[in-house]
């Protein structure tokens, strides 16, 4: 036996071993920061981002109140509490109700310093988020809708995630929505996919103030203007990052779209938004504001889905619409109701039952019961990315795994797939763990054969700086092709 080709692989594993020793070492040193700033992404090989990090909350909350103060006070109760101390800074109530002037005692039973009120002397309807987000004294505002509650960790991912442009959470339902109303036209440059904010979205304080400046620029009407939450994502002119998310309803009444009446202005107004988006495209020259019209992009489409226990975001690349959806054969932003139209003739039942009840949030939705399943079977190239926002050094943890609870046939495509992780998401290096399964039995449960428990050790140089763990598939040749069936994926630390 030749010992110069052992030579090498021996001191990798005695590597190896130095650092499962080092697992048990490090574990006293405490931690206050939660999470590292993301940088932009180096723009050359080798360069090392900076590491900076967020000590005060530059978060801005902005609640609107109408007639559901109760709903109010429970969110308020959510926004102030210690989990977002590092987030929020303050939680601006902008009360609509300009007949019932509030004031901090109404307030009270939710015990919050970081309140602000502010009375305003008529209802500006959904404007006012942006007027008050514009008036904020930080660079990011959180919005949310008076008639769900989002979850502290979910607010908490936003924020390590947002860098130069929103993020938005919506229920599954509504992520279709969006993409049946866009548009994604190479030939004009019109790019968009309308989005709502009444869910939770994380928005730039400078987009929230550079929009109102467009929107009188275009010369909006009153209620045009009022109406401002149907043509944020629009006029944009960017397709927005959307998260598939699971907010909770807050019951109350009161809603303000509601039947035919409520979705037929809705529609008005999209159109509206898309009539302008169509005007300003035509005329470059004019430098508007807000808007992105440089040039077309051609990034991936990729699904994401927010932890709901864990400040962590998946992304996946695993088909998730039918082909149809990724042409560009529309141009105009005013054909947005056309496509929507031609989308949906070719959604089947099936389908949509599956995009609605299984989506990828079920897979880090800390439930095992709940699982998120594919359309469309496992194939080469597939990818899954779980981003935990801070290197592990940072977080005091050496030893990590990437473990699954699954079906048999995505096991299989476990162990078919390569695993790798990154501090940058830009080099990657390749973990020479391997996949081990086993029958997923918890003391609580009864067994059952048909979940599997797998588990992939991360292994390999410099797993410190780690942030990003990525899956990609390797073979098409499955023995049986199945789709991916995810109860719950998540990195854990040894
Ligand atoms: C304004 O607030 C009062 C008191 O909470 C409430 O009774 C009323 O319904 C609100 N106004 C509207 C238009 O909803
Ligand atoms: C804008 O912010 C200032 C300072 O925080 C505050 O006094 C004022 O009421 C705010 N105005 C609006 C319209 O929110
Ligand atoms: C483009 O916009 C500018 C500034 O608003 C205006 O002066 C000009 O007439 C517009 N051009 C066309 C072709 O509409
Ligand atoms: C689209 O954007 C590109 C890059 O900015 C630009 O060169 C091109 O003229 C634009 N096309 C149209 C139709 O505006
Ligand atoms: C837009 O179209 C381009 C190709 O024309 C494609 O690469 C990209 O993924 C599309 N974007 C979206 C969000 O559909
Ligand atoms: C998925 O694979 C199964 C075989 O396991 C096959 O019967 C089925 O047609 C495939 N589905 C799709 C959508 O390709």
Known sequence: MNLKQLGPLFSFRALLSVSVVLCATLLFRTNHLWFEEQQPEPS?????????????????????????????????????????????????????????????????????????????????????????????????????DDDYLVKPEVIRSLRARIRTHDIFVLPPDEVLSSHLLSINS????????????????????????????LLARIGASEEETKMADNYYSILKNSFPEIWTGAPMPLFGGGAFTVGEEGVARNRRHIAAAAKYLDAIASNHSAGWPYVSLASFQSEPRMERS???EKT???????????????????????????????????????FTSNYMNFP??????????????????????????????????????????????VDSGTAQA?????????????????????????????????????????????????LDSARYFRLQLREANLMLPSPWLVYETSITAL
């Open 312 to 350: 962590c975001v998946i992304e996946s690349t695993i088909q998730s619409l039918p082909d149809l959806f990724a042409t560009d054969t529309y141009r105009a932003a005013g054909e947005i109701f056309s496509r929507e139209e031609q989308l949906s003739m070719i959604l089947t039942e099936q």
């Open 414 to 462: 476990l162990r078919a797939s390569a695993y790798s992780y990154s501090s940058d998401r830009y080099r990657w290096v390749e973990s020479s763990g391997a996949v081990s399964c086993s029958t997923y039995s918890p003391k609580d449960r009864v067994s059952s054969s048909a979940v599997l428990e797998c588990r992939i050790p991360m292994e390999g140089l410099s």
């Open 186 to 213: 190479s030939s004009t440059n019109i790019t968009f996919g309308f989005s709502w904010l009444g869910y939770g979205a994380l928005i730039l304080r400078s987009h929230a103030e550079s929009f109102l400046l």
């Open 44 to 144: 050359a090989p080798g360069l090392r981002p900076k590491t900076t990090l967020t000590l005060a909350p530059d978060v801005t909350a902005v609640l609107l109140n109408w007639a559901r103060l109760a709903n109010v006070v429970q969110i308020i109760t959510v926004l102030c509490g210690e989990a977002l101390d590092g987030v929020i800074k303050e939680v601006v109530v902008w009360n609509n109700n300009y007949s019932q002037p509030l004031g901090y005692d109404d307030l009270a039973i939710s015990n919050c310093p970081k309140l602000r009120i502010y009375n305003s002397p008529e209802n500006l309807y959904f404007q006012a988020r942006f007027i008050a987000c514009a008036n904020a004294s930080t660079p990011y505002c959180f919005i949310q």
């Open 306 to 308: 927010p932890c709901l």
């Open 360 to 405: 990828l949030s079920f897979a880090v939705d800390a439930n095992p019961d709940s699982f998120f399943h594919s359309a469309w079977n496992a194939t080469e190239g597939d990818m899954l990315v779980l981003d935990i926002f801070n290197h592990l050094q940072r977080m005091d943890w050496t030893c990590v795994e990437w473990s699954w609870l």
